[in-house]
T-cell receptor
Framework: DTGVSQNPRHKITKRGQNVTFRCDPI?????LYWYRQTLGQGPEFLTY????????KSRLLSDRFSAERPKGSFSTLEIQRTEQGDSAMYLCASSETGTAYNSPLHFGNGTRLTVT | TQLLEQSPQFLSIQEGENLTVYCNSS?????LQWYRQEPGEGPVLLVTVVTGGEVKKLKRLTFQFGDARKDSSLHITAAQPGDTGLYLCAGAKTSYDKVIFGPGTSLSVIP
């Protein structure tokens, strides 16, 4: 068990550019979550997957954000036409299938995005 | 709309003091989880509470789930500098629903 891996750890980009982040979950985990977190705040839900199926996407998320999990393993989160307000830590977490209360979330260390 | 509220938002105490932080909602949750997060790292699970009225202890930490499953508390006895961090409550409304987080309580324990 190597844990949840996120790449890159840091990304600095100019406003208007597209960025893509990758998350490799724990291999046996069927569920994969993306959250966004700003300094001192709790993680804000973005979207989650059960295997390759995207179950829900936050209504707060604009159409500039898209996520995929094509083979039910790793996932990518893409932000198009980045804005300064997109600057945040993007966290990925994975968990086993089944009852939520038996399935703790295992987080990666995040990708910190800075949009200049 | 914040479904999970936490209080206080910030807490700074001296080593050896006791403290309690709270997690509240107007909604019923099938379970609540408490996580602790340090700067530059992802949150790490401390405990999951499932049954209304449940009390769980983890060394100096005591967690309680409200009878109506709408609130939870975390009590730390004799706080130590190593307890410093962001304490997050998280919950799922149903057993298969997504997990959402509260805004967190930032704890600082001063030696």
């Amino acid at each position: 068990d190597t844990g949840v891996s996120q790449n890159p750890r840091h990304k600095i980009t100019k406003r208007g550019q597209n960025v893509t982040f990758r998350c490799d979950p724990i291999s046996e985990h069927n569920r994969l979550y993306w959250y966004r977190q700003t300094l001192g705040q709790g993680p804000e839900f973005l979207t989650y997957f059960q295997n390759e199926a995207q179950l829900e996407k936050s209504r707060l998320l604009s159409d500039r954000f898209s996520a995929e999990r094509p083979k039910g393993s790793f996932s990518t989160l893409e932000i198009q036409r980045t804005e300064q307000g997109d600057s945040a830590m993007y966290l990925c977490a994975s968990s086993e299938t089944g009852t939520a209360y038996n399935s703790p979330l295992h987080f990666g260390n995040g990708t910190r995005l800075t949009v200049t | 709309t914040q479904l999970l509220e936490q209080s206080p938002q910030f807490l700074s105490i001296q080593e050896g003091e006791n403290l309690t932080v709270y997690c509240n909602s107007s909604s019923v949750f099938s379970s609540l989880q408490w996580y602790r997060q340090e700067p530059g790292e992802g949150p790490v699970l401390l405990v999951t509470v499932v049954t209304g009225g449940e009390v769980k202890k983890l060394k100096r930490l005591t967690f309680q789930f409200g009878d109506a499953r709408k609130d939870s508390s975390l009590h730390i006895t004799a706080a130590q500098p190593g307890d410093t961090g962001l304490y997050l409550c998280a919950g799922a409304k149903t057993s298969y629903d997504k997990v959402i987080f509260g805004p967190g309580t930032s704890l600082s324990v001063i030696p």
